[in-house]
């Protein structure tokens, strides 16, 4: 056997382009593998370590230059992406739709916030606190989903961060289940609030309960006071200075043909701590587009006469 590429500092495979990792949609989940063209480390023998001796002449385990690939591996698959997104790349994020889109200036936002957290990376990987992060706001479709995934993905597959990705409707059922089954919370929400980026989708969707509503207040503040970053999504419009509804997410939502959910808005659905917290940590900015699932539809055949 031969040394794996990783030893050598060498990829020129295909399949990874260049990551040494592989996704791919599991049954809820995307996830993660080595590369095969990897093979079996002939230092580490698979495992990560080998064994060395340091300036004193005692032996000691070291890490593998494959250990670090191991380890992103790990955190991809940790993060709970959704299996559909597994892909996402913030590349393929295009401009579609014509004039009223801002998809290109929504990636070099994006791809803003992901060099300041890589600026902030420490040397063990973790991230430095109070980097402020993002909140997209547009109607259903414009690709918010396909932001949050592409930058969650970059994250840990390229830089090794620790990311959690949530469901906002799906962490409510899924913490519902629990409780049923007699476990309380803290399992669930501690990792959500300890990870060094937040990647939160959905916010404002349900039944905006007092339980609900305490749940985002849960994850909000127990972030706010460690500095960490949050991402989030909403199909809920932002309030603009006077308190009034974003107009420019009003029109995004005329053209693409759907509504804003009766021009609601997302602090009407978190009420007026949640939303003062993300406003302080979060840009807000407006996904304006149609709704791209639409716009990949075939047109309906027409029936022969």
């Not at 040494?20 to 590369?35: F, H, K, M, N, P």
Request: contains cysteine; charged residues 25%.
């Amino acid at each position: 056997m031969t040394a794996c590429l990783a030893e050598l500092g060498m990829n020129t495979c295909e399949s990874c382009r260049g990551e040494d990792i592989v996704t791919r949609a599991g049954a809820q989940y995307a996830e993660a593998s080595l590369c095969p063209h990897l093979g079996q480390c002939t230092t580490c023998h698979g495992t990560g370590f080998l064994r060395t001796r340091d300036a004193a002449g005692y032996e000691v385990m070291a890490h593998c230059a494959r250990a670090g690939i191991v380890r992103r591996v790990a955190r991809f698959n940790e993060m709970a992406l959704p299996a559909r997104f597994h892909d996402m790349r913030l590349a393929s994020y295009e401009a579609r739709g014509g004039p009223h889109n801002n998809q290109r200036q929504m990636r070099a936002i994006v791809e803003g916030l992901r060099d300041r957290l890589i600026d902030a990376q420490r040397p063990d990987g973790s991230i430095a606190p109070g980097i402020r992060g993002l909140g997209l706001s547009g109607t259903p479709g414009v690709g918010k989903t396909h932001l949050l995934c592409a930058l969650a993905r970059e994250l840990t597959i390229d830089y090794g961060m620790v990311v959690r990705y949530a469901d906002f409707s799906n962490l409510l059922w899924d913490l519902k289940s629990r409780f049923q089954q007699g476990s309380g919370e803290a399992a669930l929400l501690g990792p959500l609030i300890d990870a060094d980026v937040l990647v939160l989708d959905e916010v404002g969707k349900g039944k905006a309960s007092e339980w609900d509503i305490s749940i985002v207040d849960a994850l909000v503040a127990g972030r706010y006071n460690r500095r960490k970053t949050i991402v989030f999504a909403t199909n809920y419009a932002f309030a603009d200075a006077a308190g009034g509804v974003d107009m420019n997410q009003a029109a995004s939502g005329a053209r693409a043909g759907g509504g804003l959910n009766h021009l609601e808005t997302l602090k009407d659905r978190v009420h007026d701590r949640v939303f003062s917290r993300l406003c302080e940590m979060c840009e807000l900015v407006t996904v304006i587009g149609p709704d791209q699932r639409k716009a990949s539809l075939p047109h309906p055949s027409r029936s022969a006469r």
